[in-house]
Antibody
């Protein structure tokens, strides 16, 4: 059974940093791309960042480019999101999601097929 | 990247069919056959309902179908049921390792 468990959320002041982690199990982690998707309270889904199976391809949404850094440790089956210079509009539930393929160059199966339950990040003074 | 455009809400009676549109640009929806659709019930994580524009994952009801024409993708739910009441989001690959979600549509079964 695929399981994705996020951790590291919490209340943080504007301008500070926070690191989210996602522990993966139930599948061969280093075969698949991984993503972070967020949802502000009462709002829609926003793709934040994605990383290919070997960290060779990485993408970011324009709203977090230069502030957030995605990484993965295939030996530990973990995905991370380092969030710097946090702003109140970064307040959201952050989901870890598994990609259906390993790399973004694939011409098929780009969906997010499994999701965690999310980690809540609240940016407020 | 701007969010893909979806209607804020769509409603239908049990047994009817409804269609949700998802309009993007020639750089995302129109450029790739890589639109996926997600169902999200309140307080739950999203669930993929359609991938590659029209393919259903194993276990998803055949009442859900997808299509695409130009820069607009569509999700049709036929034989609407009470359990289909949820929020629905489209998502497209936009090139350069970037993805974009739609604005979301609330489906109400009246």
């Amino acid at each position: 059974e695929v399981q994705l468990v996020e951790s590291g959320g919490g209340l943080i002041q504007p301008g500070r940093s926070l690191r989210l982690s996602c522990a993966a199990s139930g599948f061969t982690f280093d075969n698949y791309a991984m993503h972070w998707v967020r949802q502000a309270p009462g709002k829609g889904l926003e793709w934040v960042s994605g990383i290919s199976w070997n960290s060779g391809s990485i993408g970011y949404a324009g709203s977090v480019m230069g502030r957030f850094t995605i990484s993965r440790d295939n030996a530990k089956n973990s995905l991370n999101l380092q969030m710097n210079s946090l702003r109140p509009d970064d307040t959201a539930l952050y989901y870890c999601a598994k990609g259906a393929v390993g790399d973004f160059w694939a011409s098929y199966r780009h969906e997010f097929d499994f999701w965690g339950q999310g980690a809540l990040v609240t940016v407020s003074s | 990247q701007s969010a893909l455009t979806q209607p804020a809400s769509v409603s239908g009676s049990p047994g009817q069919s409804i269609t949700i549109s998802c309009t993007g640009t020639s750089s995302d929806v129109g450029a790739y056959n890589l639109v996926s659709w997600y169902q999200q019930h309140p307080g739950k994580a999203p669930k993929v309902m359609i991938y590659e524009g029209s393919q259903r994952p194993s276990g998803v009801s055949n009442r859900f179908s997808g299509s695409k024409s130009g820069n607009t993708a569509s999700l049709t739910i036929s034989g609407l049921q009470a359990e289909d009441e949820a929020d629905y989001y489209c998502c497209s690959y936009a090139g350069s390792s970037v993805y974009v979600f739609g604005t979301g549509t609330k489906v109400t079964v009246i």
